[in-house]
């Protein structure tokens, strides 16, 4: 699966406003005078114009400008991408690497000091899709709130209110976020979304993510450092949490993730 990545911002701006910044705009082919901060305006095949923000990044003593990615649709796409590399791994990989070693039980070569290279991909690509996730759903919830949306609710038995700089600071946790303020921000919205079985898939997710953010290693011995957290992550339907995700967020902001045709 694949899901587009829209331009951040993307706003659609009229014929004369294009063609009055366009008349003041010095063009150049030379990029000693660009800036790493850059608008750039883009006129489309459907007739619509937009302004968009471009970073250039360099390579080689040149330097590559294109419309900057909503960073939302980009770390989801990274973790779908890194989740399907890991199922690949498992599918084609484990058969072909594995060595019969008992009726349905196959070994992955290890040496002195050495692991095996499939074993680590499926680990490494899975943890990292389980941390874009995380780092997707947490940039949607700060984006979705709007700038002068105020959130109330009680602290220590008295009311309180948080802005939206409160509200993405250390005072408001993932989860009173997720399952307290968005809530509060659809209502107002008049929204009726059911998001409680997205709700529980994605705490599930947030906690394997913390446990792999935060390795503990204070265990009775090395046989067991690491081991449960990751054992919980492999054990962890991800397949299911990226469907949650998609689907929570087009709940909240209908048609904000479109998956892409092949």
């Known amino acids: 699966m694949k899901i587009k990545i829209p331009p951040f911002p993307n706003i659609i701006i009229t014929d004369s406003a294009y063609e009055d910044v366009e008349s003041k705009t010095v063009k150049t082919s030379n990029s000693d005078p660009l800036s790493d901060n850059l608008i750039m305006l883009a ?19 040149n330097k590559y400008i294109s419309a900057f990615p909503n960073p939302i649709h980009l770390f989801l796409s990274s973790a779908i991408e890194h989740y399907d590399i890991a199922e690949n791994v498992r599918n084609t990989n484990f058969p072909k690497c594995g060595k019969k070693y008992g009726d349905d039980l ?43 949306f105020i959130y109330k609710t009680n602290r220590k038995g008295k009311p309180v ?6 509200i993405e600071s250390m005072k408001v946790s993932f989860r009173e976020k997720l399952t307290q303020v968005i809530p ?24 394997n993510r913390k446990n792999l953010i935060h390795l503990k290693t204070n265990a009775e011995d090395d046989l ?8 919980k992550m492999i054990k962890f339907d991800l397949g299911k949490a990226i469907e949650n995700i998609i689907g929570f967020m087009n709940k909240v902001e209908p048609n904000f993730i479109e998956i892409q045709e092949n």
């Not at 459907?46 to 923000?53: A, F, N, P, S």
């Not at 074993?119 to 919830?141: G, P």
């Not at 067991?224 to 054992?231: A, N, R």
């Open 43 to 61: 006129p489309f095949g459907t007739g619509k114009k937009r302004l968009l923000r471009v970073r250039p990044i360099e390579h080689k003593n």
């Open 106 to 148: 196959f070994l992955l070569d290890i040496e002195e000091n050495g692991t095996h290279t499939c074993y680590n991909n499926f680990i490494k690509y899975r943890c990292s899709s389980v941390i874009m996730l995380i780092s997707s759903i947490e940039a949607f919830l700060n984006h979705i709130i709007p700038n002068d």
């Open 184 to 207: 509060q921000y659809l209502k107002k919205i008049d929204s009726e979304a059911d998001l409680k079985i997205e709700n529980i898939s994605i705490l599930d997710l947030y906690s």
């Open 224 to 231: 067991s450092v690491y081991f449960d957290e990751i054992d």
């Open 161 to 166: 209110e948080f802005n939206k700089v409160n």
